[in-house]
T-cell receptor, first 113, second 112 residues
Framework: EAQVTQNPRYLITVTGKKLTVTCSQN?????MSWYRQDPGLGLRQIYY???????DKGDVPEGYKVSRKEKRNFPLILESPSPNQTSLYFC????????????FGQGTRLTVV | GQQLNQSPQSMFIQEGEDVSMNCTSS?????WLWYKQDPGEGPVLLIA?????ELTSNGRLTAQFGITRKDSFLNISASIPSDVGIYFC????????????FGKGTKLSVIP
């Protein structure tokens, strides 16, 4: 089954404790991206990757890091999480050429206390 | 980043009624996408539009790519309870752009 898989689905952590949210897709997609979703603000892009070893900032990259060492995986790293990073996070992937027809993961609800 | 203007923000309708929602932008897009998000899930693509003036259907859903390329519309006919959710529009400006611009969503509630 074609899918984008995120882990964990839910995470509660403390301020400053480094964490990684994993994302994996099985569709051989070249393009992957991370979004955060907040009430009243909709979906905002954090980072995206056009291919292996090629990443770039989205609209809200501060406080986040990403890496793309393999085509299927695109982890999101929070080196020192803060409460304002409490949000619902989505990973998405799509075929080459950009984010058209993006497939989304099920989301990771992160709470930073 | 730019946001699309999506309206209405929320709707309460009776089961069986038709629904219309739209998105407008100050910029031209080459692709319009409509997604639905169920509670606790990620957005799922409903319809993709690639050409100005295009009208595309997916079951009871019909979407149109505006002639000006600055707007798009989604209609749902004969709504049913499982239509409940948040509907998002998204625009892509074309080759060389690696970002989607999303609307803030229309929350649809269907009263049985």
């Amino acid at each position: 089954e074609a899918q984008v898989t995120q882990n964990p689905r839910y995470l509660i952590t403390v301020t400053g404790k480094k964490l990684t949210v994993t994302c994996s897709q099985n569709m051989n997609h070249e393009y992957m991206s991370w979004y955060r979703q907040d009430p009243g603000l909709g979906l905002r892009q954090i980072y995206y990757s056009m291919n292996v070893e090629v990443t770039d900032k989205g609209d809200v990259p501060e406080g986040y890091k990403v890496s793309r060492k393999e085509k299927r995986n695109f982890p999101l790293i929070l080196e020192s999480p803060s409460p304002n990073q409490t949000s619902l996070y989505f990973c998405a992937s799509s075929f080459a050429g950009g984010p058209r027809e993006a497939f989304f993961g099920q989301g990771t609800r992160l709470t930073v206390v | 980043g730019q946001q699309l203007n999506q309206s209405p923000q929320s709707m309460f309708i009776q089961e069986g009624e038709d629904v219309s929602m739209n998105c407008t932008s100050s910029s031209i897009f080459n692709t319009w996408l409509w997604y639905k998000q169920d509670p606790g899930e990620g957005p799922v693509l409903l319809i993709a539009l690639y050409k100005a003036g295009e009208l595309t259907s997916n079951g009871r859903l019909t979407a149109q790519f505006g002639i000006t390329r600055k707007d798009s519309f989604l209609n749902i006919s004969a709504s049913i309870p499982s239509d409940v959710g948040i509907y998002f529009c998204a625009g892509h400006s074309g080759a060389g752009s690696y970002q989607l611009t999303f609307g803030k969503g229309t929350k649809l509630s269907v009263i049985p």
